[in-house]
């Protein structure tokens, strides 16, 4: 591997073997040709948009290509501010970085981390297995990549607004102080607004399919996924497909807002005095949980209309109003709260599971690619499939309970029941496969949601400006 400091000849930089890059010293370097020059001194793969980067970075005359002499000058330049970085981390200037430096770096520009995430950072870059970082390690580690400041460490493993299969029951990112002053946040969160509506209007067919097999089990609702569609198709249409969508899609900011506003006061209220002390994974999940369960309890009454607008028959409804009027006259208030309970107790499995699951897989991560520091869209969408996947299996059997309590009073000749009554009945009718009737067309619409979701949360994130440069 081949470095550079500010005496460092420009024929001492690269191996003959590298020459063809910059023929004569003097022939432009594309974003193809120093992707390869990449992969020679350094041996480990460059995603696309790095190289990109630091093309935008290096290009002083703005010809849109890098010569050696530009390229030369932003590898000096870059060597430097990661000079500082590690010199601003270094706080007893032993020329080590560990775990407790990494920590209060990131708390005094705002993101409070935990030891163990401090940690997993570490393990990224440390090569020799000391677990403390030395220059060499930290240059290596970052001379190829355009990072500018430490922050930008901890932004790549943000991941809850960019994945929507349908319920947002986890736990949220972690902002900075000057993401949150500068409307950042704000701007991420309504770029992951518009990516689940996009998302949940794109699966919205397979989620009504869904919630019928949840409702009418195996008695009135059998045959396969392409029969099912064609009965629900026979008696309202095509367009009866997208029952329930309009209000699973306008529920989706304000939940939205109201968890991430619950999650920073009730962070704020578990630390006390101590404001800058960093919350431990368990405490993010309480905190998450809780924010969840605030949000869930705001909105449910919409949870409630979504399901019946869902399970509509034709005429039955003019619209989401006319559903709320109708429920109101007879059923009262309470009932756009039933299925309330299982609803928050579902939210305890999955926001534990989907944390748990995608801290394992970023750690396992972490320890195979120690090279890096960015997981690149593939890692970072498949983790959080991954985990929300499994958070949703988890709390599947409670979400089904919910749906039918929800759904009682639309089920002709249906007993009101209690959570537990409903439990047994279903477990003595239909046996265990009945708490997860509904769970393939759940399974089917992961990979469109989550591949939909991110692709439109990007573009919007570059919309709106929020993307990082």
């Known amino acids: 591997t081949y470095f550079l400091d500010c005496t460092t000849p420009i024929s001492h930089i690269f191996p003959t073997d590298c ?14 040709c120093l992707k390869t020059c990449f992969l020679f001194l350094t041996k480990c793969c460059f995603t696309s948009r790095p190289c ?4 935008e970075a290096g290009d002083t005359n703005r010809d849109g290509v890098l010569d050696l002499e530009e390229f030369t000058q932003y590898l000096r330049s870059h060597e430097k501010q990661l000079k500082d970085m590690f010199r601003s981390l270094d706080n007893n200037n032993d ?19 935990s030891l163990e995430d401090a940690n997993r950072i570490l393990l990224s870059i ?15 580690h970052f001379l190829f990549n355009p990072i ?19 319920e947002q029951l986890t736990v949220p990112d972690e902002f900075s102080e000057e993401e949150k002053k500068s409307g950042f946040v704000w701007r991420q969160l309504m770029a992951g607004a518009i990516a689940g509506s996009v998302s949940r209007t794109g699966t919205a067919p397979l989620d009504r399919l869904k919630v019928f097999r949840q409702v009418h089990g195996s008695s009135d609702f059998k045959g396969n996924v392409l029969s099912n569609f064609q009965t629900m198709v026979k008696e309202g249409g095509i ?32 630390r006390g005095s101590n404001e800058s002390r960093t919350l431990k994974v368990h405490e993010r999940f309480v905190a998450g949980s809780l924010a969840g369960a605030t949000a869930q309890t705001a909105i449910y009454p919409m949870e409630v209309l979504k399901t019946r607008l869902t399970l509509r028959k034709t005429g039955q409804y003019s619209g989401i109003a006319d559903c709320a009027k109708q429920i109101l006259q007879r059923e009262g208030v309470a009932a756009f709260y039933k299925g ?36 690149g869209v593939t890692v970072l969408v498949g983790c959080g499939a991954v985990s929300s996947t499994c958070g949703q299996l988890a709390s599947y059997p409670l979400a089904l309970i919910r749906t039918r309590m929800q759904a009682q009073a639309s089920v002709k ?19 265990i496969t009945g708490l997860y009737r509904g769970i393939s067309p759940n399974m089917l619409k992961v990979i469109p949601a989550v591949s939909v979701s991110y692709v439109v949360y990007e573009y919007t994130r570059i919309f709106l400006g929020s993307q990082r440069t």
């Open 19 to 32: 020459k063809y890059t910059f023929k004569d010293q003097a022939a432009l370097c594309n974003y193809t």
């Open 52 to 55: 990109c980067q630091i093309v």
């Open 95 to 113: 020329g080590r970085i560990d775990a407790t430096e990494i920590q209060v770096c990131l708390r005094n520009i705002g993101v409070n981390i």
């Open 126 to 140: 440390d090569k020799d297995g000391t677990m403390t970082i030395n220059w060499n390690e930290w240059r290596d």
């Open 148 to 166: 500018t400041n430490m922050e930008e460490v901890a932004c790549h493993w943000k991941r809850s607004l960019m994945v929507d299969i349908g």
């Open 239 to 270: 367009w009866s497909l997208w029952r329930g969508n309009g209000i699973n899609v306008l529920k989706i900011a304000p939940e939205t807002a109201i968890k991430f506003a619950a999650y920073e006061q009730i962070k704020k209220m578990m």
């Open 340 to 375: 309330y309970i299982p609803n928050l107790l579902g939210i305890i499995p999955y926001a534990g599971i989907d944390l748990a699951v995608y801290e394992t897989l970023k750690f396992s991560w972490l320890n195979r690619n120690r090279g890096l520091v960015d997981p």
């Open 413 to 431: 000749g249906a007993p009101k029941v209690s959570m537990l009554t409903l439990l047994q009945t279903i477990l003595s009718q239909e046996g």
